[in-house]
């Protein structure tokens, strides 16, 4: 079984907005930096927003000011608000979550922000 789900993308127009949750029910969600990265094909996987066990965030430049990254220790949830949408903001959208000699990944959600 997989150890973190994405869900939440989907088509949007430019300036729109939406919210991606990454569920976690199986591994021990407070003790992990959990992040949201994304992948365009031919480019690299390149970090979206991070945010530690306690609760610090980091944000990719091209994101900053416009999404959010959340979590719900209780609910084993990550949350990722994407506000003012953009084309360049399409990708594929993972979760990963991290500690110690434990890393895991989601199977991706797609975002397509398009007119």
């Known amino acids: 079984q997989v150890q973190l789900v994405e869900s939440g993308g989907g088509l949007v127009q430019p300036g729109g907005s939406l919210r991606l949750s990454c569920a976690a029910p199986?591994?021990?969600?407070?003790?992990?930096?959990m992040g949201w990265y994304r992948q365009v094909p031919g480019k690299e996987r390149e970090l979206v927003a991070v945010?530690?066990?306690?609760?610090?965030?980091n944000y990719a430049d091209s994101v900053n000011g416009r999404f959010t990254i959340s979590r719900d220790n209780a609910k084993k949830m990550l949350y990722l608000q994407m506000l003012n949408l953009k084309p360049e903001d399409t990708a594929a959208y993972y979760c990963n979550a991290d500690w110690s000699s434990f890393h895991y990944w989601g199977q991706g959600t797609q975002v397509t922000v398009s007119s």
């Open positions: 945010i530690t066990s306690s609760g610090r965030t």
């Open positions: 199986r591994i021990s969600f407070s003790l992990y930096a």
